[in-house]
């Protein structure tokens, strides 16, 4: 036999080896985890009951004192599992914090914590803490924010935001310009993050922007604000921003006015404010325009309406277009006149939302209905999109009957063309 | 003249030798590297934080994509998968790409939709859009009826159509998992680079139980032994080979059965090619050319846990079809895209992975093929030693089985999907038994892709796949015609 037979002949064997310790490997890692999952699932049934009682019955020190667990081991897991579970309750928080301390899970991850230096774990370590939400962990989070990895400083930036204290929000904030200048958390995961504070957050946050000018801070700070309660404060910091150099702050100000609930709030402002806005260089600070208009319903909001729907750009005339379908009926003279126009794009954005919405239903009941108005109006609404390419409506009013004998003459000879095609 | 041609089957003899030797050192490298990515994301996955993301409005708003040509069957039940998944911005368009199976009316009737006249802005050129339907029930919900185009052009017209920043393409014959879209979706908020395109896993639906639209019991397929292997190479393939590949940005193919993009980058270049039998393969590797090129800092993820489950071919002559299918779309994008070959203007993709798509996806089964033909006849005419022979045919299935048994491994470690006992040991069973005769069979069909480009045969097979009805055969995925 040569070298080279050898060689082969013991390549094989190797390989031959690999695959049985692969499929040992899978078995063994089988029964294992069985195993494991079926111990954890005991120990959970077992202490589940044994800790509510001793929350319900306020015995938690007899129980810590009585529970001695060695750390991670199995039955530390599992208790750990059902604290965090409880830990989501809002009723049970403080005592499951008490657990968390007296059974040394706080202690033992900050210590982890100083003593590892690979981002898996530290991320893992960070997440624990925060879900934990230990006050004692704000210092170890604040200072994992200067972390090289951006993975590491988006868990700790998170698991600050859901300890949710004074101090977490304080490191929290400090920390924002850097890290946005740094780019090591994205706005998206800060925003998100950020409303893990919760309602109380909302009035520090409004403070913290009105006396920031960067606008990367100020952009993330006007999106979060969009989900925390409205005050008469926030609606003024709003109309303050809409002058702002940065085109993205605007866009967010116009945004946080556009809230549902602003109209119904109805703070009071200068109408005036956002006519200079109509004439926004940037695109998509005139497409918020179209929205907040609407919800606010201000002064000659419709004309304002108008003039957006013949603007240059798609989006804002589309936006536009919405707005205009959601002021109801008042609407509908502004789309004749539109319709009117020479202005195509106008003209075929209008009847696609007109269907899209549901407004085109609204336009067959008005045909159908005693109103002679409202009926001529539809009519000629009807006739107007027809002849811009969008007959479906015309044909649906045909078809439910809504159009008596004297107008279908007089329809038959508006030309019936496709749409779609 | 003898000698000279003996000459030549000795060296390529020696050629076939060196470049398994060659293309199983290559593999092996993926599998260390999937076995330490796939074990850090699984880490990763105990902190991500896609149950704060799931119902945050702040999720950028996504529009799922079901191209569908004759899927009447199956149809009503991907659209209800995707309307139900956990995501809080959705709008779901399906595209009927000229059925003649009375698909478009069973959605008509089912979902009582009405037919709406839309602008229909064609940034990507398609053919003709026959009408739009929607339904005030469903606001979300947007049925395409256009001429038949086939999948690339089903897929365009939806980007046409969609007001989604990003998009997600769902087969039709496919269901996703209620967090799929979410998992798929969370590197986007956290990554500091544009995330443009990411893809997940695709499993096996077949042998699964399913209530309404979900998965709710996973299991091998008890009558198709063609299934099963299928599901140890797509194992081997999704949880070793792309993880390998996406540790160092060189994914050159996202499932077209489940894939993620950002609408953007889609129109920056141009929409999926229509004249690609692997529109999906083409569309990433004219992403990364585009990107490269312009020097536009990007991201094309595999990400290994969310996961889209979908129907697979169980007759030879259907899988034959699929797989010539997918082998003659790589040559065909290769080919495209030849340039990047060796090119350092492109970085890893053009130095590491176009060459290791040409030199070892591409011309493998090739080279596999002619070995098996050219190493038996060799042996018979006394050209090669008999042991030699025999122990490197040991070599090539012994490795074939350690890496599908690898794949099986890392289920094992990472999501272990087959609970059932006997289900993992015929998973391990399967991964031999695959390297015998499947495997080679494989090889064949692909072989056959370099006669179908060479010869022009450039199109779309049909495939069948057995449907919910098991009476009835349907042609699955969109084809074209011409």
Known sequence: MTISQLFLISFIIFIFFLILTSIMASICRRVWNKRRYEKLDLLRELLRPALRDSIATGSIDAFTRDTKIPAGSLKWEALEQILLEMCEGVEQKTETLKLFQALG????????????????????????????GDPSAIPFLVQLLQHKESEVVTVAFRSLCRIGSTEALSGVLTALPALLKGGKVTAKAIQTSLLLFGPWAGEPFLK???????????SVMIETLIAYPISPEMFQFALSRLSHPNAEVRAKALKLLARHDMRQASFPYNPQIFQPLLKDPVWYVRLQLARTIETLRCDQYIEMLKKLVLDRQWQVRDAATASLINTGEESIDAFLELLETEDRFAKEGISEA???TGYKTRLIEWLGGVDLQQKFKALRMMTMMDRAGFPTPMREAIEAGCIGPELSKELAEVPQTGGAV | MKAILVSIIIGFNYFIGFYYGFVQVIYTLMLTIALVVILRHLNRIRYAPFRDLEKRSEMPPVSIIIPARNESEVIIRSIESSLTMNYPGLEVIVVNDGSTDGMLDMLISHYSLQRIDPLYRDLIKTRPVRGFYCTSKIPNLLIVDKENGGKADAINCAINVCRSPYVCVQDADSVLEKDALIRLATPLVQSEVPVIACGGVVRVLNGTKQEGNVVTSIELPRRSTLACFQIVEYLRSFLFGRVGLDAMNCNLVISGAFSFF??????NIGGFATDNVAEDMELIVRMHRHYRLKRIPYRIRFISDPICWTEVPETFRMLGRQRRRWHLGMIQTVWKHKSLIFNPRYGQIGLFAMPYTVFVEMISPLLEFLGYIVIPLSYFFGLINADYFLLFLALAIAY???????????????FRRYTKWSDL????LYGVLENIGYRQLNSFWRFQAFFQFLFGRIKWENVKKKGDSPSQMRVSTVHSES
Do not use: N, W
């Open chain 2, 400 to 414: 074939g089985v350690f890496l599908s048994t690898m794949g099986i491994f890392l289920e094992e470690i990472t």
């Open chain 2, 262 to 267: 950002q609408k953007a980058a889609l129109l």
């Open chain 2, 425 to 428: 040991f015929k998973l391990l």
């Open chain 1, 105 to 132: 899970y706080v202690q033992y991850y900050q210590k982890q914590l100083s003593g590892r230096s690979s981002s898996i774990k530290l991320s893992a370590t960070a997440d624990k803490l925060g879900k934990i």
């Open chain 1, 208 to 218: 913290y922007a009105a006396h920031k000018d960067d606008p990367e801070v100020l």
């Open chain 1, 354 to 356: 007109v269907q899209r």
